[in-house]
C-alpha cells in the first residue's frame, strides 16, 4: 500500500541547505530505504497539500531546529517519528486550495523544466518556480499564523 497510489516520496537525507526534500509519488515504485513514503491520514487533507506544507521553509526550519537527530551527523537525516510531531494547520477549504493550486503549479513547472530545450527557457522556468515556491512560503507562515519576527527568523534575517 505504501508503494502504490498518489503518496509523498521523502528523501531521507536533508538538502545541503538543510531542507527537507518531498515530492508527488503516483506511479507503483518500491523505493529503498532512502526515501520515505508517506501518505496524509488526516481525512480530508489531500497529499498535494500535505506535499506543500512538507516543502515550505518553515517546516524544514522547525525539522532541524527541534530535532536532535537532524543535527547529530554529517549527514542530517529525516526520521518519521521526528517529523509526525509537527502538525498540519487547521484551514478552511479556500486556504487548503489555493496552496493545493500552488503546489500543482510548482509540479508543472518542474516537469516544463526538465522538457526546456534552451537556457533562456531554463532561466525562465527556474524564476517562476522561486516565485511560485516563495508563494507557498508565505501562505503556510499565513496558515501557521507567524508574525514578522517569527518569519524574519525562519527567514535567516536574524
Known sequence: R????????????????FRL???LAIETMITTDNVLNMIPKIKGIS????LGILNSK?????????????????FPQVHISALSAIRLPECNKSKQGH????????????????EAKTDHDQTLIRRQIDATDNQ???????LYDLTPEEIAIVEGNI
Request: proline letters at 0%.
Open 2 to 17: 505504501m508503494f502504490e497510489g498518489k503518496r509523498i516520496a521523502l528523501r531521507r537525507l536533508l538538502t545541503r541547505k
Open 21 to 23: 526534500q518531498a515530492g
Open 47 to 50: 497529499v498535494e497539500f500535505a
Open 58 to 74: 518553515l517546516i524544514s526550519w522547525v525539522y532541524v531546529n527541534t530535532s536532535m537527530i537532524a543535527q547529530k551527523d554529517d
Open 99 to 114: 496552496l493545493v493550486q500552488l503546489v500543482e503549479q510548482i509540479l508543472s513547472l518542474n516537469k516544463q523544466l526538465t
Open 136 to 142: 507557498i512560503d508565505k501562505l503556510v507562515y499565513e
